[in-house]
């Protein structure tokens, strides 16, 4: 499964055996796959069965799925309260010698409530079957259509972060080249502080300044944190080029690379070099940025 976005929208809507029902799924970022499920009453069933589909396709996100449903012109039943009527009628023949009234006709009675109730007609174990069956088939369409939308987002977003890891790496490599690196000059560099140092009078033993300036520039060397940031820059592609859900894995890699740029910031001894590190960690967050919505 190529890269997902964790972001998208899907809605499908159908008949069968006599409702007319709309299914509505939206998804955006989440640690893990939250499913949200409002169902009417009736419909529970498919509980089960919707949950188990979406994790089969989605990894991660807050899914929230809604089914509405409602009637297409079946015959309404008109249904009487037996237990309701008969009250009814029990306290009209309890209250006729007691009040000077005309009896009640039919048509108040019936308007009493809870005495008549309309309702939908009951449906057989098989036609109550054959309609979850077409209501659960319009939720895996509804459900592929989500998937279709995140993947053409993923692929959006994976060009965009492949263009901002392009850019990570042609720093990396102003680094890389920058001349306060060289040779010579790290030698120049440290010679003269050496000597502004002996010049001071102070009694400095010059052996040992050596060995601590060596030290230093040991210590400065950003060799290690280029290395680590161009294996960051390849692994990254790589998650990029491949199958399945890759943003965990990317957010790791940009907390390296975020690590790396800090100690090439922190062991910088060269404006040149601090002003690409900063640049770097401007890019760095926009990258982090949009790893978020990866699945």
Not at 38 to 62: T, Y
Request: hydrophobic residues 45%; charged residues 30%; contains cysteine.
């Amino acid at each position: 499964m190529a890269i997902q976005s964790m972001t998208g929208f899907a809605r499908r809507e159908g008949e069968a055996e006599g409702c007319r029902y709309v299914w509505e799924l939206r998804s955006v970022n989440g640690k893990s796959l939250d499913l949200r499920l409002r169902l009417p009453q009736g419909f529970e069933a498919l509980e089960q069965p919707v949950r188990k589909a979406a994790a089969a396709v989605l990894a991660r996100g807050n899914l929230q799925v809604t089914l509405s449903v409602s009637a297409t012109g079946a015959a309404v039943e008109a249904v009487v309260n037996e237990a309701a009527l008969e009250a009814v009628i029990d306290l009209v023949g309890r209250l006729g010698d007691r009040i000077d009234a005309r009896r009640p006709a039919l048509d108040g009675i019936l308007n009493i409530k809870g005495v008549l109730e309309f309702r939908d007609p009951e449906l057989s174990e098989a036609s109550r079957a054959a309609r979850d069956a077409a209501v659960l088939g319009g939720f895996m369409a509804a459900l592929e259509d989500l998937k279709a939308m995140r993947l053409a987002e993923g692929g959006a977003l994976a060009k965009v972060l492949g263009e901002q890891v392009g850019q990570i790496e042609r720093l990396t490599l102003m680094v890389e080249a920058d001349p306060s690196r060289s040779t010579e000059a790290i030698r120049e560099r440290l010679a003269a502080q050496v000597a502004a140092l002996m010049d001071t009078g102070a009694g400095l033993d010059r052996d040992r300044l050596h060995m601590e300036a060596a030290l230093l520039a040991t210590k400065a060397d950003l060799r290690e944190e280029i290395d680590r940031l161009k294996a960051h820059v390849a692994a990254t592609r790589a998650l990029l080029a491949g199958e399945g859900g890759a943003g965990r894995r990317l957010d790791f890699l940009a907390q390296e690379f975020n690590r790396e740029t800090n100690t090439i910031c922190s062991k910088s001894n060269a404006a040149a070099v601090t002003a690409i590190g900063l640049d770097l960690k401007v890019l760095i967050d926009q990258f982090r940025e949009q790893v978020q919505n990866l699945e």
